[in-house]
């Protein structure tokens, strides 16, 4: 039975469990993704999601009578901010206002070339939790830095200095993964 996105929201909305494991397998894989993006623990991303679909399932009334915007993206904002959340309680985001000392390095292209989807992946998993988070919302998930600043409570400055911070990190990593020929 294959149901539209309307009628699995309103099946969801009045506790049709087959429902809400559809709702729940259909996103599963993705949200798995983007916690492990944030995260890089897989007990810590299992919690998260489950967290997520708590509150996916106490405000779905709320998404269907706004009746605007796409569930996945709702979704998945949901499932960033408790990412989020988590890594704000267990305090593990450090967040430095200023980079005037870092130096934009060349480009690495040809390293870049070399390297699998899984290598970079890889290497964005290793940098620290400030940095990812703010490196995963800006370059991956399309925030702007006034929304990053907003979603963090931090300055768009500090947001701008994240980015450019992981960058330089992930620049490093990738020119010392050449050195060493590890890729």
């Not at 099946?11 to 469990?17: E, I, M, Q, S």
């Not at 267990?90 to 040809?110: C, F, G, M, W, Y």
Request: hydrophobic share 40%.
């Amino acid at each position: 039975m294959i149901l539209d996105e309307e009628e699995l929201i309103r099946k969801c909305v009045d506790g049709d469990r087959h429902a809400q494991t559809l709702l729940f397998d259909n996103h599963y894989e993705e949200f798995y993704l983007i916690a492990m993006r944030y995260l890089a623990a897989h007990e810590q991303a299992q919690d998260v999601i489950i967290k997520a679909y708590t509150r996916i399932f106490k405000n779905l009334v709320k998404f269907q009578s706004q009746g605007v915007g796409s569930l996945g993206r709702w979704m998945r904002t949901i499932l960033i901010n408790e990412a989020i959340r988590l890594l704000q309680k267990q305090k593990t985001i450090r967040l430095a206002e200023n980079a005037d000392h870092l130096e934009v390095e060349s480009p690495v292209a040809d390293a870049l070339q070399q390297m699998s989807a899984s290598d970079i992946m890889t290497l964005i998993e290793r940098l620290p939790p400030g940095y990812r988070t703010v490196f995963n919302l800006f370059a991956v998930e399309g925030y702007s830095h006034a929304e990053i600043a907003d979603m963090l409570g931090i300055s768009i400055s500090t947001s701008k200095t994240q980015l450019k911070k992981a960058r330089h990190h992930l620049m490093s990593s990738i020119t010392k993964e050449e050195a060493y020929g590890t890729i």
